[in-house]
C-alpha cells in the first residue's frame, strides 16, 4: 500500500516539488500550433501553477513568458505583438522569446538599463504541430526523438483535452490493459470497430477484448521507461498480443487507432496539481492519417478542447445504452469513458486506500520508475533517459505491437524481432 507522503510526491507538481521539479527536466507539449496562428493573439496558460503568456513573435517563433510584466506586473497576455516581441500595454515595454526587455519606451532613449531586465521565460520549439517549452534550469536537454515526433506532419494528428484531476491517475489508466475488456468495450461493434482489423487475425482489438477478459500481463523496463506485454487467450491455440508502453516521466504509447502500424500517445501534462492537459499524438507509419476519420473524436468537443461530455451532465451516460451497446453507457468515445473513471478518482486520488492486484504490475512500475527518477534528480543527477547529443537521440526499441499469433510463440522473443523490423 502507498503511503500519503509517497501519494504527495508523486502528484505534487508545482514549484519547487520533487515530481514538478522532475517533469520540469523534459520538453513538455503547451499548445497545438493550431491556437498560435501567425498574428494571433496570445494566449494565456497554465502550466506547473505558473501563470504564463504563450506568443508567437512577427518571426514566427513561439515564446512563452510568466504572465506579468516584470515592470509593474500587467497581464502580457493583452500585449502587442510587434517589433521583435511582446509589448505590454501598460508602458510599452517590449519583451523578446528568450525574455529580453528590447525596450522601454518611457525612458529617455529606450531605456538605458533595459538590458538588466529579463522578464522570467522558457525557451519552446515546435514539432509536428504541437509547441513545447522547457520549463527546467539550465542548459536544455534535446527534444527526445521518438518516432512520432520525427514523422512527417500528414502522418501525425494532434489534439487535446482539459482534465479536471490530476494528472498522473490518467496517465495510469493508459497503462491498465484490464480496463480495456470492460469501460471502452462496445457490445454492439461500432463503424469505426469493423474497420479497425488487427494484424495476423480478423477480428477488431474491440471483439478480441471482450473474448478474453482476464489477460496475462508482464512488465519489462526499458531505458526509458516500462514495456506492458498483455496477451489473452483466442480460439485455434492462437494469442492476442498487445505491447505499449510507459515513458517517462508522464506519457504512454499503445496501439489506438492506428494499431501496430504505429501508435497513439497520450502524453498528461500539469496545469496545476488538481488539472492537466492530455495532449493526443495519433501516428501512422505506413500511410497518412484520414483527417476525416481523426477529426470524428473533436465532434464531441467544445472550440476550446473540453469534451461536451463532463462530470457536470454525468457524462451523458445511457442506461439503456448500457443493455446491448456499450459497457460504460457513455458513448463510443474512448476519451469521454476514461475522463469518467479519472475524474471520478477524485481531484487527486488517494493511493492510500486502494487494493492493487497482479493485474496493476505496470502501475506498480511506473509508479517506481517515477519514484527513482525524483530521487535522482535531487540527488543532483540527471534526469532518466533525457538526451544531450543528436547521435544517441533515438527510441527504435518503442514499437507498440497489436497482433495475433501462435499461442506457443514465446512472446518477449517475437517482439524483439518485430522491434527489430520496425526500428527507424
Known sequence: MMTAEENRLLTSTEPGTGCGTLLRRYWQPVALSEELKPGGAPLPVRFFGEDLVLFRDDRGRPGLLNVHCCHRGADLSYGRVEDGGLRCIYHGWLYDVDGNCLDQPGEPEGGPHRDAVRQPAYPCQERVGVIFAYFGGGEPPLLRNFEFLAASPEHVFVSKIYHECNYLQANEGNIDPVHLSFLHRNLQESDRDRQRVVRGGNSSPNSLFGRDIGPTIDVELTEFGVRIYTT?????????????????????????????????????????????????????????????????????????????????????????????????????????????????EGPVQDRTREHLVTSDKAIVAARKLILSGIRDVQDGGEAPSVRRDAESNRFPEMAVLSEVV??????????????EEIAY
Open 232 to 344: 489473452r487467450r483466442m480460439p485455434d491455440d492462437k494469442t492476442y498480443l498487445r505491447v505499449s508502453y510507459f515513458v517517462m516521466p508522464n506519457f504512454s504509447a499503445f496501439p489506438g487507432q492506428t494499431g501496430g502500424d504505429g501508435y497513439s500517445i497520450n502524453w498528461h501534462v500539469p496545469v496545476d496539481d488538481t488539472h492537466h492537459w492530455k495532449f493526443v499524438f495519433v501516428y501512422s507509419r505506413s500511410k497518412p492519417i484520414s483527417r476525416e476519420v481523426a477529426l470524428r473524436d473533436r465532434s464531441e468537443m467544445t472550440a476550446d478542447y473540453r469534451l461536451i461530455r463532463s462530470k457536470a451532465n454525468r457524462y451523458m451516460q445511457d442506461r439503456d445504452m448500457m443493455r446491448d451497446k456499450s459497457f460504460s453507457g457513455i458513448g463510443f468515445n474512448f476519451q469521454a469513458q476514461d475522463l469518467c473513471v479519472t475524474e471520478g
Open 406 to 419: 501462435p499461442a506457443d510463440v514465446p512472446i518477449k522473443e517475437h517482439t524483439r524481432q518485430r522491434v
